[in-house]
């Protein structure tokens, strides 16, 4: 299994520019969360998603949006990129199985910058 | 809401020594308490959670964490430390009934040979 992978590994964008981050895992988990990380801050949670079809806001959703119309992909678009948005993004995963919450996957990242 | 609250930004140890990384909580009912380490440009990985029962929990490569209900806490250990355990510490918690972490800051931990 090659676990949750991310693409792009790195990026750079002008301001108001836009990209999509690809994430796909290959565990066949029902969750799937987008993250960013920005130092000293922790790990912030953008979006997630519960199955196909279903999609969530997290703790700091403006400025991005999601779609998941398969079990293995969640794509993380950004519509006019921001200097604000200058972090490393990390995909993450779990199962259900034996009832949440189950410990969570996390693809290496990509890492953003907007100029 | 649930939070988390690294009090140390940064833990310095001699290889060999015990390690200790503290992790405090608050959050509405029973906790799901998890520990996850990054190592520098990678993601995270999963250490070892809480879920129920004993109150020491035992993870991945040496390290173990105790729950303390009273005053919510739950730090990471390892007995005698290692210069390949330095990185960057991760608590996260959530509630019995949610599957959403809320993470702490981090704790970067360096152990000098």
């Known amino acids: 299994n090659a676990g949750v992978t991310q693409t792009p590994k790195f990026r750079i964008l002008k301001i108001g520019q836009s990209m999509t981050l690809q994430c796909t895992q290959d565990?066949?988990?029902?969750?799937m969360y987008w993250y960013r990380q920005d130092p000293g801050m922790g790990l912030k949670l953008i979006y997630y998603?519960?199955?196909?079809?279903?999609?969530d806001k997290g703790e700091v959703p403006n400025g991005y949006n999601v779609s998941r119309s398969t079990t293995e992909d969640f794509p993380l678009r950004l519509e006019l990129a921001a200097p604000s948005q200058t972090s490393v993004y990390f995909c993450?995963?779990?199962?259900?199985?034996?009832?949440?919450?189950?410990?969570?996957?996390f693809g290496p990242g990509t890492r953003l910058t907007v100029l | 809401a649930q939070s988390v609250a690294q009090p140390e930004d940064q833990v310095n140890v001699a290889e060999g020594n015990p390690l200790t990384v503290k992790c405090t909580y608050s959050?509405?009912?029973?906790?799901?308490l998890f520990w996850y380490v990054q190592y520098p440009n990678r993601g995270l990985q999963f250490l070892l959670k809480?879920?129920?029962?004993?109150?020491l929990v035992k993870g991945s490569y040496g390290f173990e964490a105790e729950f303390n209900k009273s005053q919510t806490s739950f730090h990471l250990k390892k007995p005698s430390a290692l210069v390949s355990d330095s990185a960057l510490y991760f608590c996260?918690?959530?509630?019995?009934?949610?599957?959403?972490?809320?993470f702490g800051a981090g704790t970067t931990v360096t152990v000098r040979a």
């Open positions: 993450a995963s779990s199962s259900i199985a034996g009832g949440p919450p189950g410990e969570q996957f």
């Open positions: 959050v509405s009912g029973n906790p799901y």
């Open positions: 996260a918690v959530t509630p019995w009934d949610d599957y959403k972490l809320s």
């Open positions: 809480y879920i129920t029962g004993d109150n």
């Open positions: 998603s519960v199955g196909a079809g279903i999609t």
């Open positions: 565990m066949n988990h029902n969750y």
